[in-house]
């Protein structure tokens, strides 16, 4: 299937209140550009370089989110043109976003990325760590983050009933914290999981950005 009938399958099939965000890294601009045409506005990118490179390229209207991990010394370059940035995953990260945000004037939306994965390469709070620093109030005195919600992935398992318990274990803290610590924040509402393979299953849990790269856009060569 060509990039424009998967951009279209997949958002005819979303339920109301989530978004398809397109995962166009190690693609190139003008896979990016086809989505584009296809009506696809939001586009992930895991890479500072590739994201700037793309950004200069490509039509201004496009909300480009950070999905990877940030590295602190990218951050001055990235805050321009990002709209979202999906794995703030150290209170560190967060407060050097702030820092260089802060600089510019301009409120950076991010979600805090939750470990929910069995492996443990992952980055991340952990649930009861993330609930922990939100009760003390340690995200509070973020003047120049929008803390918008929160992020996971699942363990690489074709395990199925593992992968809805992980996703079901994100959906709770969300609630708890949506409900709890930052029930005063009106921006937090989003709650991103699923890719290619465990996007269902994300979707009965309750996602509301869907992660997909190689469904839409094949294979990536690394
Ligand atoms: C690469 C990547 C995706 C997309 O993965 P696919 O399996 O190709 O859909 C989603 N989320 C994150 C964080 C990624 O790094």
């Given at each position: 299937?060509?990039?424009?009938?998967?951009?279209?399958?997949?958002?005819?099939?979303?339920?109301?209140?989530?978004r398809?965000?397109?995962?166009s890294?190690?693609?190139?601009?003008?896979?990016?550009?086809?989505a584009?045409?296809?009506?696809?506005r939001?586009?992930?990118?895991?890479?500072?370089?590739?994201?700037?490179?793309?950004?200069?390229?490509?039509?201004?209207?496009?909300?480009?989110?950070f999905?990877?991990?940030?590295?602190t010394?990218?951050?001055?370059?990235i805050?321009p043109?990002?709209?979202?940035?999906h794995?703030?995953?150290?209170?560190?990260?967060?407060?050097?976003?702030?820092k260089?945000?802060?600089?510019?004037?301009?409120?950076?939306?991010c979600l805090?990325?939750?470990h929910?994965?069995?492996e443990d390469?992952?980055?991340g709070f952990s649930?009861?760590?993330?609930?922990?620093?939100?009760?003390?109030?340690?995200?509070?005195?973020?003047?120049?983050?929008?803390?918008?919600?929160?992020?996971?992935?699942?363990?690489?398992?074709d395990?199925?009933?593992?992968?809805?318990?992980?996703?079901?274990?994100?959906?709770?803290?969300?609630?708890r914290?949506?409900q709890?610590a930052?029930?005063?924040?009106?921006?937090?509402?989003?709650?991103?999981?699923?890719?290619?393979?465990?996007?269902p299953?994300a979707l009965?849990?309750?996602s509301?950005?869907?992660?997909?790269?190689?469904?839409?856009?094949?294979?990536?060569?690394?």
């Amino acid at each position: 299937m060509s990039v424009a009938s998967q951009i279209e399958s997949i958002n005819a099939a979303l339920p109301e209140g989530t978004r398809l965000v397109a995962v166009s890294k190690f693609h190139p601009a003008e896979a990016v550009q086809e989505a584009y045409n296809a009506g696809q506005r939001i586009f992930g990118e895991s890479r500072v370089q590739e994201l700037l490179s793309k950004a200069s390229v490509l039509p201004s209207d496009i909300e480009w989110h950070f999905i990877g991990h940030l590295q602190t010394n990218k951050i001055r370059q990235i805050l321009p043109f990002v709209s979202l940035i999906h794995g703030a995953d150290s209170l560190r990260l967060l407060q050097e976003i702030n820092k260089e945000a802060q600089k510019i004037n301009r409120k950076i939306p991010c979600l805090l990325q939750i470990h929910i994965a069995a492996e443990d390469t992952k980055f991340g709070f952990s649930p009861d760590e993330c609930q922990k620093l939100a009760e003390e109030g340690a995200f509070n005195n973020l003047e120049f983050i929008q803390l918008s919600g929160l992020m996971g992935m699942a363990s690489l398992t074709d395990n199925f009933n593992q992968i809805d318990q992980e996703f079901k274990t994100l959906k709770l803290l969300f609630d708890r914290l949506s409900q709890g610590a930052f029930r005063s924040n009106k921006h937090f509402s989003e709650l991103s999981m699923g890719m290619s393979d465990d996007y269902p299953v994300a979707l009965e849990n309750g996602s509301t950005l869907i992660r997909i790269g190689t469904r839409i856009f094949g294979q990536r060569n690394y």
